[in-house]
Each structure stands twice: as structure tokens, then as C-alpha cells.
């Protein structure tokens, strides 16, 4: 056999496996409308946009987004499919690197990460390339005094393409999250900026990838009313940011896990019913947690103490889980609980949460936001290397008995300060995480991603650390491994197929062998 039938095998034998393991149940990404259907039942999708979504702006500037989307995606389909469903594209694994640590970008794992956000670092940039990711430029602060003058848009779009251009980033994502009332002209004004930056971007850029922060429910999170058809058409990918979800406690002011297993699986059940395909779905989730203190409520018999987490008031036993991190950063990039269409934050936190079947629930000091009265700003964010550095003999929670709430799907424990406040902290590790991840395979969606890259311990020297960034890891790993026997039957299939192809052209993060090569073992520095 020539070497390039050869190659030409081994390249069809890793689109047959990647077909398997869709199957099997890995992420998918769903292939393209063929052209002869683009324009098939465009004037009823036009008008069902309008019943299924919640957007801004008045009709005619709705329906102006959503026709530049359609066009788009009809020219990037006539030039062989677009990027977030085109064909033999693995999973997305997305990250956000704020940290701007050199030690720690060598050490992410590159076999699985293949796409950057928020990192203008050249460095980076380069180094992602040569491993077949992508970096994203961010697009977050000033953009509300942009958005409605089309002159300042053309400008501002100008100005971070030469910012792009210059640090060698393969796109751009956008993070606005102001609130915007139902029926504003704010919300198409965003739209129409996103889809003005995908069209520069996408010109100049080979293979530029265009991605926006979404909150984990379409329905009112935090007060953003935005065109989220008009987002989804222009952008590539909506990141759903899965985390963060009590923001707006409607419920008891209590202590509660950032991300609800029933919360996370009810946001991607909410954007999937609105009718974004789960080809352009990301899902988001934390490497972070919440060190609350808890207060004295006088009202509740059980609030003296902070002594449980459980729904039922008895948390199971369990470990702490998995990473590390040398970042003490959160997540700016938050979403929260939501009023619409029976996705009330009342009951994703506050209802149902941080010991509401009593039993020594962590009662929060009322902290207001964005029409709650209680939310999780009553805490502070901490990395979960700094948690898992906290229960290490002589941290801050020396000793401190590691539960899961079975009904929130996450760990939590209690420590007494030292002034003497007693806290609980609620946090993802591993074992939890691994449960989410399984949310975003059943459903197919394009992939998944994390807030923050640097909240796990990489490039640290201590075997601890390491040992517990790679379990993190191996989470991500597993969540996107196909079953053993498919793979074997679609490498069988490869060998004794005398079709011969050669791979369609492929940019940053595209499909190849590179992209599903086993882990290395992680290297002490």
C-alpha cells in the first residue's frame, strides 16, 4: 500500500471511530443541511423564532438577525458545512485561561483541550495552534455602549480583529451579560454586533471560531432578555455557562452547590426545546466552589450551626474528589436561576438546597441581586485547588468530613473559621462533575467546557496536585471515551473497507488523529 493510501486508511479509520463512538454515546456533532434544504420552510422557521425564543428589538430588526444567520450558514454550507456542524469534527473541549501563567499552559492537557478562551498571551496562541487548538480573543467589557450605533460597531469589530490578528488568536467570545429587558432593542443590537464580528472574523481569520457565553437557562437568568436566535445563528458555539446558578435565590437563603445536577439538566432540556441545535451547545461547567460563612437567622431553629448540606439533612459520605490549582480566580462569567418556563432559581437553589430538609442548614446574610433578595455573592468563589489545599493537614479545614447531597449531585463540607464563623463550602470535584459531563453525552451536544483552566493545580511540583489535575482530567476523558467494543468494530470496519478518502481541509481544533491521542502522564516542574 503507497504511503498515501496509507495515510488515507488511517484517516478513515479515525472517522469511523469517531462515528462509533457517537453511537456509543460520546458527543456529537450533528452533519450539515445539504443546500437543496436551506431554504426549505424558511418562512415558517422565521415565524417560529419568534414564538420559540425570547428576543430584543423590535420585529423587523429580530428578523433582519436571523435572515443574516440563514445566509451565512447558507454560504458557509455551500463551502462545505459550517464550523459547528461540519463533518469529522471531535467533541469541543473548551477552557478559559485567565491566569496568564506560562508553567500552567504547558501542563493543560492538549489531547483533549482544543479550544482557548480570554488568553492573548502569543505564547499560548502558538503553542495551542501547534496542537491543532484554537484561541479566542475576549469580548466582554464595554460592549453595551457599542451595540446600538452600527458606526461604533464597524470599529469596534475593526479594533479586535487587529487585536486577534496581532496575538495569533483563531477567533473571538463574547461574554456580555448585562440585563436586558424583554422586547429591548439592546437584545438584536448584540445579535447584529456578533454576527458583524463572525463575518470580519470568518474573512480574515482561516478557521476563526466565533463563540458566545450564554446563561444555563434561556428563560429571564439574571435579567437577560438577549435574541438568542440571532446569537446562535451567527456565532459557531453558545457556551452555556452551567454554574453560578444561585445568583438569584428565590427560595431559603441557604448555602447551596453551584451547579444542581437537576439545574444543569433542566437549562440544556430548556435551550434544546427553544430549538438551538445541540451541535452549537457547549456545556460549561465549574472547576470552582463557594466558601460561605453561615449566619444566624433567628427565625430558623437550625441555623445556629453549619452542620449539613443534605436535602434531607444528612449528607453521604464521600471523598473530596479530584484537582488542583495555583488560581485563587473564580468565575466572571456566571448565570444563574431563572423566572421563565418553570425554571424558577427558587428552585434550583434556594428550594432545594444547602440543608432545606433542615437539619443545620448554612443560613446566608441576605445578599440582593438582580431581584433576589438573596444570592450566592453572600460567598466567595475559590479554585478547587485551593479547596482540596484547605482540607490538607494544617489547611484552613484540617479535618473537616466531605459529604454529597444526593439530590444536588455535589460535595460540600463544614469548617469553623479562624474568627471563630462557622462556613460550608460547596464545591465540584471529579465524581460530580462526571455526572454533568454525562448530561452533555445523552443529549449530543457539541461539547464541553470549563471556568477555569486555572483553578486546577497545573504546572505545580507537589504529587498531590498532580495527582489530582490529572483525576480531573481523566473525568473529561472518560465523559468522551467511546465503549471499547465500538471502537474495536469500527478499526475492524476501517481494515477490510477498500474505500479510500483524503481528509477535507482542517483548521485549528479540527478532526484528526492528534485530537483523540491517548493522555500523557503529567510532568512535574
Not at 475492524?492 to 491521542?517: D, H, N, T, W
Amino acid at each position: 500500500m503507497s504511503a498515501a493510501a496509507s495515510g488515507a486508511a488511517v484517516w478513515l479509520a479515525a472517522c469511523l471511530i469517531a462515528a462509533a463512538a457517537a453511537r456509543a454515546g460520546a458527543l456529537a456533532v450533528p452533519a450539515p443541511r445539504v443546500a437543496a434544504d436551506a431554504d426549505a420552510g424558511d418562512a415558517d422557521a422565521d415565524a417560529d423564532a419568534g414564538r420559540q425564543w425570547g428576543g430584543g428589538g423590535d420585529g423587523r430588526q429580530q428578523w433582519t438577525g436571523r435572515e443574516r444567520a440563514r445566509r451565512e450558514q447558507q454560504r458557509q454550507q455551500a463551502q462545505g458545512g459550517s464550523r459547528a456542524t461540519g463533518p469529522r469534527q471531535p467533541p469541543r473541549v473548551y477552557g478559559f485561561s485567565v491566569a496568564g501563567d506560562a508553567r500552567a499552559f504547558f501542563d493543560y492537557d492538549w489531547s483533549l483541550l482544543n479550544m482557548v478562551g480570554w488568553a492573548e498571551d502569543p505564547a499560548l496562541a502558538a503553542f495551542a495552534r501547534a496542537r491543532g487548538a484554537s484561541v479566542e480573543l475576549r469580548a466582554q467589557s464595554g460592549l453595551e455602549p457599542v451595540i446600538s450605533d452600527p458606526a461604533a460597531r464597524a470599529d469596534w469589530v475593526g479594533r479586535q480583529l487587529a487585536r486577534a490578528r496581532a496575538a495569533g488568536l483563531g477567533g473571538i467570545n463574547f461574554d456580555m451579560e448585562s440585563p436586558v429587558a424583554p422586547g429591548a432593542r439592546a437584545a438584536g443590537d448584540y445579535s447584529s454586533l456578533v454576527a458583524e464580528a463572525a463575518a470580519a472574523f470568518r474573512a480574515a481569520v482561516p478557521n476563526a471560531t466565533i463563540t458566545v457565553d450564554v446563561p444555563w437557562s434561556p428563560y429571564d437568568v439574571d435579567g437577560r432578555n438577549y435574541d438568542w436566535a440571532g446569537l446562535a445563528g451567527a456565532a459557531d458555539y453558545l457556551f452555556v455557562m452551567s454554574y453560578d446558578i444561585q445568583s438569584q435565590v428565590f427560595g431559603r437563603c441557604v448555602a447551596s452547590a453551584n451547579a444542581p445536577l437537576d439545574a444543569v439538566a433542566r437549562g440544556v432540556r430548556q435551550w434544546l426545546e427553544a430549538g438551538v441545535p445541540p451541535g452549537k451547545l457547549i456545556l460549561g461547567l465549574p472547576w470552582y466552589g463557594y466558601d460561605y460563612p453561615c449566619y444566624l437567622d433567628p427565625s430558623e431553629p437550625d441555623s445556629s450551626t453549619a452542620s449539613g448540606g443534605s436535602s434531607d439533612g444528612s449528607g453521604s459520605s464521600g471523598s473530596s474528589g479530584s484537582s488542583g490549582s495555583s488560581s485563587s480566580s473564580g468565575s466572571s462569567s456566571g448565570s444563574s436561576g431563572s423566572s421563565g418556563s418553570g425554571s424558577s432559581s427558587g428552585e434550583a437553589s434556594g428550594g432545594s438546597g444547602g440543608g432545606s430538609g433542615g437539619g443545620g442548614a448554612c443560613f446566608l446574610k441576605p445578599t440582593p441581586f438582580q431581584g433576589a433578595s438573596c444570592s450566592d455573592a453572600a460567598g466567595v468563589q475559590r479554585c478547587f485547588a485551593d479547596i482540596m489545599r484547605m482540607l490538607r493537614p494544617g489547611g484552613e479545614a484540617a479535618g473537616a468530613e466531605v459529604r454529597r447531597d444526593p439530590t444536588q449531585g455535589a460535595p460540600f463540607f463544614d469548617y469553623t473559621a479562624a474568627d471563630g464563623t462557622p462556613h460550608q463550602v460547596w464545591f465540584d470535584d471529579a465524581a460530580s462533575l462526571a455526572a454533568k459531563y454525562k448530561i452533555a453525552t445523552d443529549h449530543g451536544l457539541a461539547g464541553l467546557g470549563f471556568w477555569n483552566l486555572d483553578c486546577l493545580a497545573h504546572g505545580s511540583a507537589d504529587e498531590a496536585e498532580r495527582a489530582q489535575t490529572a483525576g480531573m482530567w481523566a473525568a473529561v476523558r472518560a465523559a468522551l471515551a467511546p465503549a471499547p467494543a465500538a471502537v474495536a468494530t469500527a478499526a475492524s470496519a476501517a481494515a477490510a473497507s477498500g474505500r479510500l478518502g483524503g481528509p477535507a481541509a482542517r483548521g485549528p481544533g479540527a478532526a484528526g488523529p492528534a485530537a483523540v491521542q491517548p493522555p500523557q502522564p503529567p510532568q512535574a516542574r
